[in-house]
């Protein structure tokens, strides 16, 4: 069955779409997908509440941070994707990805696809390389130059969703494979 999705940027008067695909807890574990924005000693000294309104916020100040995956007009899919400075985290050696020149990083014609979350019922259904899909058209109307992503072999939690598969079948050729040792973002 083909499942006809609408794509649309994340910007404050989408926030309760946005809340409500992630849920009272949000998304996984109470993440509210701060993880690859702020440093570790930051975001677990915070609570879920503290995430939620540190992604509002961010949301709220634009420009948006992602897009949303809806279907029949439900919100059921999130990617982040952006510029990469807008996820510094995602540019250590102890996440995902392998680290760029600080200038780099800070190009704003560089950017991340850094997360994924689709509504557990929609899981399974081939959605993410959609969601990737759009998060490619995002990121070139954007301007971006350079769009990078860190498949994630093995997701840690059963709410992950693997990001190998949907790059795999994408446009995107793997550039490079994270660097040896380097740990996968909790997701």
């Known amino acids: 069955m083909d499942i006809a999705l609408q794509f649309a940027p994340v910007t404050a008067d989408r926030w309760p779409d946005f809340e409500r695909l992630f849920g009272p807890n949000g998304a ?14 930051v975001r677990a000294s915070m609570s879920a509440g503290d995430r939620r309104d ?16 809806y279907s ?16 510094p985290q995602f540019n250590s050696p102890r996440t995902v990805s392998r680290p760029l020149e600080q200038s780099e990083a800070q190009d704003a014609g560089i950017w991340a696809v850094s997360c994924f979350f689709l509504s ?30 860190c498949p994630i072999d093995h997701a840690k939690q059963p709410k992950s969703v693997a990001l190998i598969s949907a790059r795999l079948r994408s446009s995107m050729p793997p550039a490079s494979r994270s660097s040896p040792g380097a740990r996968t973002a909790d997701r």
């Open 120 to 149: 557990s019922r929609w899981r399974g259904r081939g959605l993410s390389h959609r969601m990737l899909a759009a998060a490619i058209d995002h990121a070139r109307a954007g301007g971006a130059r350079f769009l990078d992503a």
């Open 72 to 87: 029949e007009g439900e919100p059921v899919a999130w990617v982040q994707v952006g510029p990469r400075a807008d996820v």
């Open 54 to 69: 540190n992604m509002r916020a961010r949301i709220e100040s634009g420009p948006p941070p992602g897009i949303l995956g």
């Open 28 to 41: 996984c574990c109470g993440c509210w997908c701060v993880a690859l924005r702020l440093p570790y000693a």
